[in-house]
């Protein structure tokens, strides 16, 4: 496995520093799963994290803040799974979550969800595309996370393989197509909408349901 495509230096900073919210973190976390050099990057962000908090002078605690703190805790709450078909080989972090039965939402395309508290109205799923599809050209209003772990797509900013991870935000418009053979089965985070372009694109747009 040949990754290309990695998470910005920001967002694996921000992995590290713990301050990603859940759904951002679950779709870096499957990246890392999968790409031994940025493992490494988020072990130096963490070192270098530490090296900062030992310099630091140390800040007295508020009045009363680990008995609040202690009042917070509780009996963690029992994860729910789901079984799961063993040729779907899902990534590791993704055992952690109850996922949604898979539903066509589209020609070759399908959708299910992944179930993960997200802020920001921020959603999280898997897109399960067959070999030869095109995806309509498309931009967004605000960011989208994509981690690729089966088959590959290409777009015009490249070609996104298994552990790849496609970082886009609303200056991108693209027109992904899936690679002939496997499909490409992804993770994605997306906060914002999806607009669909062109005069095709505004007949769709009603039927979108991402």
Known sequence: MTIMHHPSDATLA?????????ARSLV?????????????AVRTFEHVGG??????????MKPGALE???????????????ARPSEENLP????????????????????????????????????????????PRHRHTDTEWTCVFQGAFRHDLGRF????FDEAD?????NPFVEEGAPCICLVVLAGSIELQGWMGKLLQPLIRI
Request: glycine share 12%; aromatic share 6%; hydrophobic share 40%.
């Open 14 to 22: 921000a992995f590290a520093a713990g301050t990603l919210d859940g």
């Open 28 to 40: 870096v976390a499957t990246h890392l799963s999968l790409c031994p050099a940025c493992r490494k």
């Open 51 to 60: 090296a900062l908090l030992d310099e630091a002078a140390p800040t007295g």
């Open 68 to 82: 609040r703190a202690m009042a917070q805790l509780g009996e963690p709450e029992p994860v729910a799974r789901q």
């Open 92 to 135: 590791a972090p993704l055992s952690h979550y109850e996922l949604g039965s898979w539903r066509w939402i589209g020609r070759g395309v399908q959708w299910r969800s992944v179930a993960v508290d997200a802020a920001d109205g921020c959603r999280v799923f898997m897109l399960k595309a067959a070999g030869g599809t095109r995806l």
């Open 161 to 164: 393989g298994p552990g790849d």
């Open 170 to 174: 609303d200056s991108v418009e693209h």
